[in-house]
T-cell receptor, first 111, second 115 residues
Framework: KNQVEQSPQSLIILEGKNCTLQ??????????LRWYKQDTGRGPVSLTIMTFSENTKSNGRYTATLDADTKQSSLHITASQLSDSASYIC??????????FGTGTRLQVFP | AAGVIQSPRHLIKEKRETATLKCYPI?????VYWYQQGPGQDPQFLISFYEKMQSDKGSIPDRFSAQQFSDYHSELNMSSLELGDSALYFC??????????????FGPGTRLTVT
């Protein structure tokens, strides 16, 4: 069964600190992996998208890594800001139209 | 930049009623996807359309139907509503189908409440 699991489920950090979110997937065949940021009650917003040949991709303070061999990905947030408080969702595509969403990590950044 | 537009943003219906949700994709996007996100749950793929034809189908109940029109907007029709249909319904659009090059841009969602 195609699954995407994320850890931790929730995370609290202080403003200015760094953090890393983890994603493990069992999706096959694998096409690409995306990280989305979702504010409560809003649509997900794409942060990064990587194919199997890409190991790392950055978008401002967000850096995603991908290890297609171990089927693991991470999202590193540098110098966190209050506005980073949101759910971060790892999403994997299996070469069809539908995206397989992970369980999400709820990040809270406190001043 | 133009984004995906969904209407209405909020909708309250009673059990057994019908509801129609609308999605207007980003200009020049030809693919539309519908997702359902229950409270505290991951978005679940319902159905997608490419060039006005259904291209993929997920966990969409038989009570729901959808179509994409000539102007590429899409409508999700939901009949015999049940309490469990209460959720946030997202529409996403892309230029082309699937694959790493075709980013899905999500709309703000329609919150449907069934009482």
């Amino acid at each position: 069964k195609n699954q995407v699991e994320q850890s931790p489920q929730s995370l609290i950090i202080l403003e200015g600190k760094n953090c890393t979110l983890q994603c493990n997937y069992t999706v096959s065949p694998f096409s690409n992996l995306r990280w989305y940021k979702q504010d409560t009650g809003r649509g997900p917003v794409s942060l990064t998208i990587m194919t199997f040949s890409e190991n790392t991709k950055s978008n401002g303070r967000y850096t995603a890594t991908l290890d297609a061999d171990t089927k693991q990905s991470s999202l590193h947030i540098t110098a966190s800001q209050l506005s980073d408080s949101a759910s971060y969702i790892c999403v994997v595509s299996d070469n069809t139209d539908k995206l397989i969403f992970g369980t999400g990590t709820r990040l809270q950044v406190f001043p | 930049a133009a984004g995906v537009i969904q209407s209405p943003r909020h909708l309250i219906k009673e059990k057994r009623e019908t509801a129609t949700l609308k999605c207007y994709p980003i200009p020049r996007h030809d693919t539309v996807y519908w997702y359902q996100q229950g409270p505290g749950q991951d978005p679940q793929f319902l159905i997608s359309f490419y060039e006005k034809m259904q291209s993929d189908k997920g966990s969409i109940p038989d009570r729901f139907s959808a179509q994409q029109f000539s102007d590429y907007h899409s409508e999700l029709n939901m009949s015999s509503l049940e309490l469990g249909d209460s959720a946030l319904y997202f529409c996403a659009s892309s230029q082309g189908r699937g694959g790493p090059l075709y980013e899905q841009y999500f709309g703000p969602g329609t919150r449907l409440t069934v009482t």
